[in-house]
């Protein structure tokens, strides 16, 4: 009888240990470039970057499709400025592979690319009721990196404030949410709290800096050398320049800690955290397979072990905070650190420039 059980067993163990590889070679697999779909004889073109297959910037192409028509509840936008976020080059490789059972297995399901942009509306939907043609907007849309963009009305796009240019705005999406709703959500900062943003010359990080101090906390920045003023000058009270100084080393302890790098370990960061302090895990390590899983499981390993909350965030763009964003940006508490700027046709330069992971603030995309 145990014989007949370990037998099932065994096979039992072979059978997954077979799907789970079988799975893995699947998802892994990187498909050749189709070839190009024709557009319609009597389509109106424009310019986009697409990507018909999975890899490095070399597979990007600048090239002319078909303009979107707005469906019923849609917004036609003219994009007159668009920004990179690293989630741009994880979809333009399939990376990590896991991202690929939603992105498209061997090859993209959806060719275009980019994400945040802000422009003027050129063309509304019939059902669309909240925006007409020549609105000034912002938000988050399928296929930024292009000439024009359709956004259903009901998702991620809002008004943008007259004073704020479409550069400024473009850059506020996906990353400005990110650091909102880090702090505010996952962190539930009060005034008066003291937190820490490893990371803080990033994207995420330049926004997260300017929203703590909005929300009256003491501010900790973890930044290079070269990006030290930066950093203050965003409202950091006090800057860790991390080529010197390990900041899970420096006996200070914070009541959150808001990490867009994961170089520590969830350990050490926890040496640092107030006993019920808490540490949100935003960004880690690159990697196809395990590397960006490892904290995320680590955290889940050793969250009954230490007094802390330690919680992973996957932002969710929505109106409400791209409004609360817009008023940050009218009132003066915040602005958007603007690095470099590419025009469209050189999308392929700031997503290798974005990859190299040295961006001060944000890249821009622009149409002007
Ligand atoms: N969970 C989510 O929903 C979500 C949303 C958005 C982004 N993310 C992730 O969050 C991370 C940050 O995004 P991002 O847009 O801010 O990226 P980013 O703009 O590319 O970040 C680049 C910045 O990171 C700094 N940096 C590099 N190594 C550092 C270190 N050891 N210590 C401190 N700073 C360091 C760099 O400064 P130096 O050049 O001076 O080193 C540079 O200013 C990424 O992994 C991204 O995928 C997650």
Request: charge should be negative; include cysteine; charged fraction near 25%.
């Amino acid at each position: 009888m145990i014989k007949w059980i370990r037998r099932i067993v065994g096979g039992l163990v072979a059978l997954l240990v077979v799907a789970v590889a079988a799975l893995a070679l699947v998802i892994s697999r990187t498909s050749d470039c189709p070839p190009p779909e024709g557009a319609s004889l009597d389509a109106e073109m424009m310019t986009a970057v697409i990507y018909r297959c999975y890899g490095s910037p070399d597979v990007l192409e600048v090239t002319e499709v078909e303009k979107p028509v707005p469906a019923d509840n849609e917004v036609l936008v003219k994009v007159r400025a668009a920004s990179v976020n690293p989630l741009d080059w994880h979809y333009m490789r399939g990376s990590p592979y896991l991202m690929r059972l939603s992105s498209g297995l061997g090859k993209p399901d959806d060719p275009r690319m980019g994400v945040d942009f802000a422009g003027t509306v050129e063309a509304v939907g019939s059902r669309v009721m909240r925006f007409k043609p020549g609105d000034e907007v912002f938000g988050r849309g399928d296929g930024a990196f292009a000439e024009y963009v359709v956004v259903s009305e009901e998702r991620g796009v809002v008004h943008k404030p007259a004073d704020v240019s479409f550069e400024q705005a473009a850059a506020v999406p996906i990353a400005a949410i990110t650091a909102l709703q880090a702090l505010r959500d996952k962190g539930e900062l009060k005034a008066g709290q003291k937190v820490l943003i490893n990371g803080a010359s990033g994207g995420v990080g330049t926004y997260a800096v300017q929203i703590a101090k909005a929300m009256g906390a003491e501010v900790h920045g973890v930044c290079s050398t070269r990006n030290l003023e930066l950093v203050r000058s965003l409202g950091a009270d006090h800057v860790w320049d991390y080529r010197n100084e390990d900041y899970t080393e420096s006996g200070e302890t914070y009541d959150l800690i808001v990490d867009m790098v994961g170089n520590h370990s969830i350990l050490k960061n926890s040496r640092v955290l107030s006993d019920n302090g808490k540490l949100v895990l935003v960004g880690g390590p690159k990697g196809n397979w395990i590397a960006p899983l490892k904290r995320p499981i680590a955290a889940m390993i050793l969250s009954p072990f230490v007094s802390q909350e330690l919680e992973l965030l996957l932002a969710r763009i929505n109106k409400g905070d791209l409004k609360q964003l817009a008023e940050y940006l009218e009132s003066g508490a915040m602005r958007s650190v603007i690095d470099q700027e590419f025009a469209l046709d050189e999308v392929p330069d700031a997503i290798r420039y974005s990859e190299a992971g040295r961006a001060r603030g944000k890249i821009i995309i622009s149409s002007d």
